[in-house]
């Protein structure tokens, strides 16, 4: 299974602050047939559901704010968050879909200082 | 607009038995293809099974592979989750969600607790 990892484990920052996670792969999920990377991420808000923010690496989901972004390519990739607003304290995950195996990252918990 | 409704879970003893379902609306179910997502008790997500739009094919992880049988009626829009010889690191919340590559809706979940 392609392992997802992290960091950091979490981040406090002032409203209006830049966030900046990243995630890195064991192997690339970056596929040549078609030149995507097949990665994920998606913030969990405190007691919901999951909600889908960007995939293909770059691309937002519905209705997403652009001060959500996501950068990268083959093994290292990374969600900013710019402008933090209140809204935004959630745990963020990356997950690969690259193998029959799906996986997610451990997750980023995000914090207004 | 997209609504998944779990539904099934509940409190089973170690090597029992449990089947959830998934109410499906909003969208044209079967033709899209679906998966369980599953949350420990203050842990992470993790991906457990995932299901093609005709049910022909299905994947599983391997914590749950031989165990957990996923399947769907698209006459009725529902997608399932049959869970066998259930261990306690199987309790979780359990969510349905659109879609397997990647997730674009989730439900909230319905709530499996594996204990004597």
């Known amino acids: 299974d392609i392992v997802m990892t992290q960091s950091p484990d979490s981040l406090a920052l002032s409203l209006g602050e830049t966030a900046t996670i990243n995630c890195r792969s064991s192997q690339t999920v970056l596929h040549s047939s078609n030149n995507k990377n097949y990665l994920a991420w998606y913030q969990q808000r405190p007691g919901q559901p999951p909600k889908l923010l960007i995939y293909w690496a770059s691309t937002r989901g519905s209705g997403v704010p652009d001060r959500f972004s996501g950068s990268g390519s083959g093994t290292d990739f990374t969600l900013t968050i710019s402008s933090l607003q209140a809204e935004d304290v959630a745990v963020y995950y990356c997950q690969q879909y690259y193998g029959a195996q799906l996986t997610f990252g451990g997750g980023t918990k995000v914090e207004i200082k | 607009e997209v609504q998944l409704l779990e539904s099934g879970g509940d409190l089973v003893q170690p090597g029992g038995s449990l089947r959830l379902s998934c109410a499906a609306s909003g969208f044209t179910f079967g033709s899209s293809a679906m998966s369980w997502v599953r949350q420990a008790p203050g842990k992470g997500l993790e991906w457990v099974s995932g299901i093609s739009t005709s049910g022909d094919s299905a994947f599983y992880a391997g914590s749950v592979k031989g165990r957990f049988t996923i399947s769907r009626d698209n006459s009725k829009n529902t997608l399932f989750l049959q869970m066998n010889n259930l261990r306690a690191e199987d309790t979780a919340v359990y969510y349905c969600?659109?879609?397997?590559?990647?997730?674009?809706?989730w439900g909230q979940g319905t709530l499996v607790t594996v204990s004597s």
């Open positions: 969600a659109k879609g397997n590559s990647p997730q674009d809706y």
